[in-house]
């Protein structure tokens, strides 16, 4: 377990790092947002924050037609289904298909 006593710990942290880079991004800036809230110095924190990386993620651009989402759907719903919701949008979608 790392201790966080000054910027450096914080950047060797995520050098070791390969995966989970973003998740571990998001917990210390929570952690951080939670440590203002019960007053630790606004400046140590700032520092802290500073040392973080930049973190880039991916966003996913490809819109899938239609067709395909109806595909998805009814393979859901011949499958096992996730949850309850996966069997309230496939019977929506059955529902569409019978009115166009």
């Not at 914080?10 to 019960?38: D, P, Q, S, T």
């Not at 993620?57 to 996966?86: H, M, W």
Request: proline share 3%; glycine share 10%; no cysteine.
């Amino acid at each position: 377990m790392a201790v966080i006593r000054e910027p450096r710990d914080v950047v060797k942290i995520f050098a070791g790092m390969r995966g989970g880079r973003r998740h571990l991004w998001l917990g210390l800036r929570n952690l951080f947002n939670y440590l203002e809230l019960e007053g630790f110095s606004l400046k140590y924190l700032g520092l802290l924050r500073e040392a973080l990386p930049s973190v880039t993620y991916g966003v996913d651009v490809k819109v899938p037609e239609e067709g395909g989402i109806l595909r998805s759907l009814f393979l859901l719903d011949n499958g096992q289904r996730a949850s309850l919701t996966s069997w309230r949008i496939t019977a929506r979608a059955k529902e569409y298909l019978a009115i166009v």
